[in-house]
């Protein structure tokens, strides 16, 4: 682990866009390149986590930083990769993939994922297929020419639709936190969903609810990075 090796932190901006001091010494990524930020919002958010570290310098407590740091020394290296591995959640989405059994869970999941799936129609006029058990179906082919248009070119945004897909277990999903259509919290309940049903009906150990709430802590600071992304 590394010492806090720093006192004040701060915002500037410069013509290539928002950044952050640490004692008047801008923050480069792991990489040591420039940390150049599109918005005042992410700026701010990334300097709320260097000033936040005590003694010591905590990397999994700053996941603005792990995103800011994966656009710049990854998926600006890695554009196209990186957007595809956000497209083909086309054909593996877990919205599209429904349980045949028992019939309580099966209905749970209609009336909880079907509404996502016509926002996205709605929104987006993406179409796809549901299908039931685990076994892959065609989706429309012209999906994943979509999907490529909606998640753009831009590094950083990429960088957050990507981890969210991982996240989640779904673009459709992603791209709802990401418009504000739905929140973390039902983020967090839409995508473990079948995990939550079964804590319903027949209790959780200590370990599964250590994980959710990790993955429900995940989910709100990528909710935090689109929320600062946005101009």
Same mark, same amino acid.
Do not use: C
């Given at each position: 682990?590394?010492?806090?090796?720093?006192?004040?932190?701060?915002?500037?901006?410069?013509?290539?866009?928002?950044?952050? @001091? &640490?004692?008047?010494?801008?923050?480069?990524? #792991? @990489?040591?390149?420039? %940390?150049? &930020? $599109? *918005?005042?919002?992410?700026?701010? @958010?990334?300097?709320?986590?260097?000033?936040?570290?005590?003694?010591?310098?905590?990397?999994?407590?700053? #996941?603005?930083?792990?995103? !800011?740091? *994966?656009?710049?020394?990854? !998926?600006?290296?890695?554009?196209?990769?990186?957007?595809?591995?956000?497209?083909?959640?086309?054909?593996?989405?877990?919205?599209?993939?429904?349980?045949?059994? #028992? $019939?309580?869970?099966?209905?749970?999941?209609?009336? /909880?994922?079907? $509404?996502?799936?016509?926002?996205?129609?709605?929104?987006?006029?993406?179409?796809?297929?549901?299908?039931?058990?685990?076994?892959?179906?065609? +989706?429309?082919?012209? /999906?994943?020419?979509?999907?490529?248009? %909606?998640?753009?070119?831009? !590094?950083?945004?990429?960088?957050?639709?990507?981890?969210?897909?991982? &996240?989640?277990?779904?673009?459709?999903?992603?791209?709802?936190?990401?418009?504000?259509? %739905?929140?973390?919290?039902?983020?967090?309940?839409?995508? /473990?969903?079948?995990?939550?049903? +079964? %804590?319903?009906?027949?209790?959780?150990?200590?370990?599964?609810?250590?994980?959710?709430? +990790?993955?429900?802590?995940?989910?709100?600071?990528? /909710?935090?990075?689109?929320?600062? &992304?946005? #101009?």
């Amino acid at each position: 682990m590394v010492k806090r090796f720093y006192t004040s932190v701060k915002t500037g901006q410069t013509e290539a866009g928002y950044f952050v @001091a &640490l004692d008047d010494r801008r923050l480069k990524t #792991p @990489a040591k390149r420039d %940390i150049d &930020l $599109p *918005t005042q919002a992410l700026a701010t @958010a990334l300097a709320e986590e260097w000033d936040a570290q005590e003694e010591e310098v905590l990397p999994a407590s700053m #996941p603005v930083m792990r995103l !800011v740091a *994966t656009a710049i020394d990854r !998926v600006g290296d890695a554009l196209d990769a990186t957007v595809a591995s956000f497209v083909d959640y086309a054909d593996s989405d877990m919205l599209l993939y429904r349980a045949e059994a #028992p $019939p309580k869970l099966v209905k749970h999941q209609d009336e /909880n994922w079907l $509404p996502v799936l016509a926002w996205a129609k709605g929104r987006f006029d993406l179409a796809f297929t549901v299908t039931s058990g685990v076994l892959p179906v065609d +989706q429309p082919a012209d /999906n994943v020419a979509r999907l490529t248009k %909606i998640a753009g070119r831009d !590094v950083f945004r990429v960088s957050g639709l990507a981890h969210g897909a991982a &996240l989640l277990g779904s673009a459709i999903l992603t791209l709802a936190l990401e418009a504000g259509e %739905i929140s973390a919290e039902r983020a967090h309940a839409l995508s /473990n969903l079948d995990a939550l049903f +079964q %804590i319903d009906e027949w209790g959780a150990d200590a370990e599964a609810m250590e994980r959710l709430e +990790q993955i429900a802590l995940d989910i709100q600071a990528l /909710n935090r990075y689109f929320s600062a &992304l946005k #101009p």
